[in-house]
């Protein structure tokens, strides 16, 4: 249990303990105190708890495992074990290019301001549809993927820049930082999760 589920937990415990206190002892509101802690107890505390509890499961839901417990994404989650180095998501995913536990949050949030909230914000609208709708099949991205998610990490990156189709200076690079030219677009990386082949892909088994 990390610090913020603690003092989540903590917050709770306290907030139940409180209300409890004034149910069992309306009487205590009478005076000043009591109206000063029944504000505390019915106010303050479960703001703090929903603000806490949102935090944490902000952050729990930028884990891979969470992403991947949707029953629609299984087949993406295993194509980050394809044995195949030019397969782009499991090159990253493997070789721990993107952080193995937040492999899917790292490469699909979008990297401007409040990107993050905007993304969350996305998620949700994820799980009323696995819950209340009919997933699409293939499932779709809401918008075109965005070469600043490649980027943020690859831009100034030695294997990067000292690639032939990637020269700092060129037009190519120029149209690419622009979103010109698509990092996935046909004849450089629109192969990305191969979902179609996936059946008949060799997958990796990471060493236990």
Known sequence: MDGTTATLWLVVAISILLIAALLAWPNIVANRGGKL?????FFIFPVAVTWLGTEEHLERSKQTQFCLSCHVMEPYGRSLYIDDPNHVPAAHFQNH????????YTCHTDYVLYGQWLSKFRGMKHIYVQYFGTPENPIHLYSPFNNRECLHCHEGARTFDESAVHPADSDAMTAIRANEISCVSSGCHELVHDIAHLKDAKLWQPPK
């Open 97 to 104: 290019r993107v952080p193995a536990d937040q492999a899917c």
């Open 37 to 41: 802690l029944a504000f505390v107890a």
